[in-house]
């Protein structure tokens, strides 16, 4: 056997007389183990196949999961990776979280697909794991499910979906559906206008074409170490996404020989990287979430405000929408993470192990000299001097509350506004489109019990529509503040995660229409203008009581979810030994 991390990039010869794991040393290695060969046989392997490193490959395909829908072809080349390099692949499933076939929400089901992946990896035989995702919540539960299952990992996305075209403009998944949805609302466009652009908004299998949630963690798990280099960014048709899944077959059987097991990769230094990546793309909101949860499996809290100060100093160079121009494709073609990586050398832990056996500066040496482009800019001239998310606080959000700067209006992120508010979903609905709503374009408006327990599952319903009178009369943009989360393809002045959450008991509960409410970005501020003593008569009149349910998995998702800074994680999942908080400079 050799050592961990020696010999990168080489297969390392394979045989019957090298690695003997996998089938053949798992569990109890009497009648166990013979009854386990009887029954693979019956699948037609012999016991050479049986006796090469055994690399489970994740199957999330599902006729419910266009984004996933290139999954057949990504398994085929992992198996010819695996086979390769003198591997046994076996593919396996495990439940697929799609954004739009979710309800109540993604979110309230990423958790246990992250129980069901790690328990799976741990029940079935393998001594590597290749993660194929992509859909939003998928990357984030497989690499939680695989940090606490503990074995050498290595994580594959689907890729992104390519672009459309629109009466000879171009639109993609999702920021477009919601321009689109709001240029209707506001009844500039028409009926067959809007019928005619569904057809081109997601103009192939892969996932949303922007720096939404799926693009955000598939940066971040290359910038984790965590994926083959180049792995991020192509697009789910193309050949580049095949063979980046060849390859990652290739590294699974070499990860399984050299034992690289997840905890080696997954480091502080490996989490701070993919913080610096998560404010340089002007990610998802969401990734602050994700990446929490999945340092959260490692033993890592993270430090909301160490978080904030490696933002001022993290200016965002990736060029994609929401925050910016372009579409992942286009970040492909100029050069993906490698291109981003090399600018933010100075500002990296360059060595971070990965799982190719050679250090994050390695890769990027490896991957060349750069070329002329314009989808990521240098350091010396970004498209937002900070990072993408800035964390706020004040008597609103005594754990934090976070807002997307690089996407949101300037004139709209200094100042004070009357609250217009919604207890829940349920009221907004009924009310956010009447035409008698007290309500003006600077108002803030603010919706409760849409955080972890309150809807339940934190759904994406943070990013709040322009009550329609208002949209009518032109109003794009209003500060809008909620215990929730948005869609990473969103844009707008939208402060979400407000911590404690409205059904916890938060301040959030009670805010009243018509209180004032500061919000200050520059000072990292969101403070009700209420006296101490009236909110603690309001809480006195009001008290909250959490929600529950009798049973099923909504009982136990009520009874053990954590809120936004412990990555609304299940308390039970989490590491029971804590290693400290990140990032733990910046
Ligand atoms: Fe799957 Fe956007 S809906 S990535
Ligand atoms: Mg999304």
């Known amino acids: 056997g050799s050592a961990p991390g020696d010999d990168p990039g080489e297969s390392v010869p394979s045989g019957p007389q090298g690695l003997k794991k996998g089938l053949t040393q798992y569990g109890d ?52 990776g695996v086979m390769l390099s003198g591997g046994l692949p076996m593919d396996f499933p495990t439940i697929s979280v799609h954004e739009s076939f979710s309800a109540p929400t993604s979110m309230y089901l990423r958790n246990l697909m992250s129980m069901d992946t790690e328990e799976m990896i741990r029940a079935q035989p393998m001594d590597a794991v ?109 050949a580049d996404r095949i063979r980046v899944a060849e390859r990652t077959g290739t590294l699974a059987v070499q990860i399984a020989r050299r034992r690289l097991t997840i905890d080696r990769v997954l480091t502080a230094e490996a989490f701070e990287n993919a913080m610096r990546v998560l404010l340089a793309i002007g990610g998802s909101t969401n990734g602050i979430v994700h990446l929490t949860a999945i340092a959260g499996r490692m033993g890592f809290d993270v430090d909301l405000k160490a978080l904030d100060r490696m933002s001022r100093e993290t200016p965002v160079l990736v060029d994609l929408k929401p ?56 350091l010396s001239d970004p498209i937002y001097p900070q990072g993408g998310i800035a964390v706020l606080e004040g008597n609103l959000a005594p754990g934090g509350a976070i807002i997307k700067q690089s996407a949101a209006s300037p004139g ?86 407000v911590t404690p959450e409205a059904a916890a008991g938060g301040p959030l509960a009670l805010v009243r229409s018509g209180d004032r409410i500061r919000l200050s970005v520059a000072n990292r501020e969101l403070s009700l203008r209420v006296s101490d003593e009236e909110l603690a008569r309001r809480r006195a009149e009001l008290p909250v009581s959490p929600p529950s349910a009798d049973r099923g998995y909504r009982k136990l998702f009520l009874e053990s979810v954590l809120q936004a800074d412990a990555g609304v994680d299940f308390d039970f999942l989490r590491a029971a030994e804590r290693r400290g908080s990140l990032p733990r400079s910046g």
């Not at 720096?211 to 180049?230: F, H």
């Not at 993906?336 to 360059?350: F, I, K, Q, V, Y």
């Not at 060595?351 to 490896?366: H, K």
């Not at 004070?416 to 829940?424: D, L, M, P, T």
Request: hydrophobic content about 40%; aromatic content about 4%; glycine content about 12%.
């Open 130 to 238: 290749v993660l194929i995702g992509g859909c939003d919540k998928t990357v984030p539960a497989q690499l939680m499910g695989a940090a606490s299952a503990g074995i050498p990992a290595i994580q594959l996305v689907t890729g992104s979906m390519l672009t459309g075209s629109h009466r000879a403009e171009r639109v993609g998944a999702c920021t477009d559906c919601r321009r689109f949805w709001g240029r209707y609302r506001a009844e500039e466009i028409d009926e067959a206008d809007i019928a005619e652009v569904n057809d081109q908004l997601v103009a192939s299998v892969g996932t949303c074409s922007v720096m939404g949630t799926a693009s955000t963690m598939a940066c971040i798990a290359e910038a984790l170490g965590m994926m083959a280099p180049g792995g991020a960014s192509a697009p789910a048709v193309t």
């Open 323 to 378: 925050s910016g121009r372009h579409y992942m494709e286009d970040f492909h073609k100029a050069g993906g993470m490698a291109t981003l990586l090399r600018e933010l050398r100075p500002l990296l832990h360059l060595d971070a192990p990965t799982v190719t056996g050679r250090t994050l500066g390695e890769e990027i040496d490896r991957a060349g000299p750069g070329f002329a482009q314009d989808v990521v800019r240098p």
């Open 29 to 80: 290695s009497g009648f166990s183990l013979f009854l386990r060969k009887a029954f693979i046989k019956g699948a037609g392997y012999t016991d050479a196949a049986l006796e090469r490193p055994v690399i489970g490959i994740v199957n999330t395909g599902s006729a419910y999961n266009p984004c996933h829908g290139n999954a057949p072809q990504l398994i085929e080349a992992v198996k010819r």
């Open 412 to 497: 709209l992120m200094e100042r004070e506004g009357r609250a217009v508010v919604f207890e829940n979903m349920e009221d907004l609905a009924a009310r956010i489109d009447a035409p008698d709503l007290d309500v003006n374009a600077d108002d803030f408006l603010v919706l409760k019990n849409i955080g972890p327990a309150g809807a339940p599952g934190m759904p994406e319903a943070g990013y709040l529509p322009i009550p329609k009178k208002l949209a009518r009369a032109g109003v794009k943009d209003m500060v809008r503040i909620s215990d929730g989360r948005m869609s990473g393809t969103a844009a707008g002045t939208i402060v979400l995660h």
